[in-house]
């Protein structure tokens, strides 16, 4: 059996940990690159040193390195680092599909991205657990069957996340703007302090928690008049978004060059 050769961008922080963990595991995959900054203590150590596993594959700065027997690499880092890597990635005389699970781009910044999937496939999604995705799915569809009720959206991570709110509740946004037919660009409110007014019609409220060492948890809120529905997603492991990850990269590998999400992986476009 050919196995898929993986790339794994951040190896040494919590998401290129859980990525390394379960690649090594699985007799699916293979990992021939990993990727870290160059001022990471780390460089040039096995890229299983924190887990306990020898894989054979350093830890290197080096992209041509990292790119060079890799068939799909898998980035959960940040907006400018992910930019630099799927430039060069698609600047090689060669395919490489790219998982892209990184948050926090800018709408400049998210057409370059969409620029890069003319010369190569590339699976971007906030959020790759299959438990969330198919949670947008049902976002959409409540929201297309619930117009006249009022939209909330409550997110909680762990302290260190660095952007807010989550690449997963904004998506979680569009969904029900989608679903309500409606823009959300126009609708989201992320804030109300100072605001003396009341909630306007069509408004998609965001909130959002910042605290210890929560993994992701979010809910969308419905509120009509004598009920409410609240639809939650709680993750406790981040296995689940590597896995998701994963699996991802087994769908784009097989693609053409083109945009894709884990809505499209998970065949939930109906």
Known sequence: MNLLNIAVMGSTGKMGQSLIQLIVK?????????????NNPSIGKDAGYFIGEQTGVLITENLDEV?????????????????????????????????????????TEIESIK???????????????????????????????LKDYDIEIVEAHHKHKVDAPSGTAIR????????AGIDLDTNAVYSRYGREEKRATNEIGFSTIRAGDIVGEHTVIFAGDGERIELTHKATSRLNFASGALTAAKYISNEANGLFDMQDVLNLKK
């Open 115 to 145: 620029s890069a999937s003319q010369d190569m496939p590339i699976c971007f999604a906030p959020n790759m657990s299959v438990g969330v995705n198919v949670l947008i799915s049902l976002i959409e569809k409540a929201a297309n069957n």
């Open 67 to 107: 790119f060079n027997e890799s068939q799909v690499v898998i980035d959960f880092t940040r907006p400018d680092a992910s930019l630099k890597s799927i430039e060069k990635a698609r600047k090689l005389n060669k395919k490489i599909a790219y998982v892209l699970g990184t948050t926090g781009f800018n709408k």
């Open 26 to 38: 699985n007799q699916e995959f293979k990992l021939t690159g990993a990727h870290e900054i160059s």
């Open 172 to 179: 979680l946004g569009q969904a029900a703007a989608d679903g």
